[in-house]
């Protein structure tokens, strides 16, 4: 089955400094990469997604990066702001089937002000 | 819109107890459904997951089962609870009139004592 590795498990970064999360996939059939930001006690929330026929999109501070050839997708955010502070989770789809998503581990990014 | 209802919010239940937890959507057909476990401090556990009513699909083997009995509407059950339950469950949904996206309900935090 697909398996998605994420890193790093935490991240600290200053205000106003990017922030870069990585995830690896096995399953070259996957064609959906959602990226999820899951507040404390909160339920996950999607902020982005890039389907296997872009390369990379961009929503205001966010944006997220598709190497299809090395399976690997990654979340950069930009200007870093205190609300940013949250685990992030990324997944791919499992197989060619968009409705079955399987995810990272998530990454815990602080942001100090 | 749509909009997805878990209840109950909380929940503190003894081992060998029974379980039911409930999930609706709002605002769409046909939607897929799915019910995650997040355990502390981890991320999510895809359990089970449904494309139609009656029509389940278990992802783990356990003490939890699943069923849709309507087209908008997912239960959790359990005949008797482990201490290894305890966690907090997510529904979720996709496709219908939304397309591939999977969005999350508010969730139920489940501790078994």
């Known amino acids: 089955g697909e398996n998605v590795e994420q890193h790093p498990s935490t991240l600290s970064v200053q205000e106003g400094d990017s922030a870069v999360i990585k995830c690896t996939y096995s399953?070259?059939?996957?064609?959906?990469f959602p990226w999820y930001k899951q507040e404390l006690g909160k339920r996950p929330q999607l902020i982005i997604d890039?389907?296997?026929?872009?390369g990379e999109k961009k929503d205001q501070r966010i944006a997220v990066t598709l190497n299809k050839t090395a399976k690997h997708f990654s979340l950069h955010i930009t200007e870093t702001q205190p609300e940013d502070s949250a685990v992030y989770f990324c997944?791919?789809?499992?197989?060619?089937?968009?409705?079955?998503?399987?995810f990272g581990a998530g990454t815990t990014v602080t942001v100090r002000a | 819109s749509q909009t997805i209802h878990q209840w109950p919010a909380t929940l503190v239940q003894p081992v060998g107890s029974p379980l039911s937890l409930e999930c609706t959507v709002e605002?769409?057909?046909?939607?897929?459904l799915y019910w995650y476990r997040q355990a502390a401090g981890r991320g999510l556990q895809l359990l089970f997951y449904?494309?139609?009513?009656?029509?389940i699909s278990s992802e783990v083997p356990q003490n939890l089962s699943a069923s849709r009995p309507q087209d908008r509407q997912f239960i959790l059950s359990s005949k008797k609870l482990l201490l290894s339950d305890s966690g907090f469950y997510l529904c979720?949904?996709?496709?219908?009139?939304?397309?591939?996206?999977?969005?999350f309900g508010p969730g139920t935090r489940l501790t078994v004592t």
């Open positions: 449904s494309v139609g009513i009656g029509q």
């Open positions: 979720a949904w996709s496709g219908g009139t939304g397309g591939y996206e999977q969005y």
């Open positions: 399953d070259s059939a996957s064609n959906y």
């Open positions: 605002g769409t057909s046909n939607p897929n």
């Open positions: 997944a791919a789809s499992i197989g060619s089937n968009d409705y079955k998503l399987s």
């Open positions: 890039i389907r296997s026929n872009v």
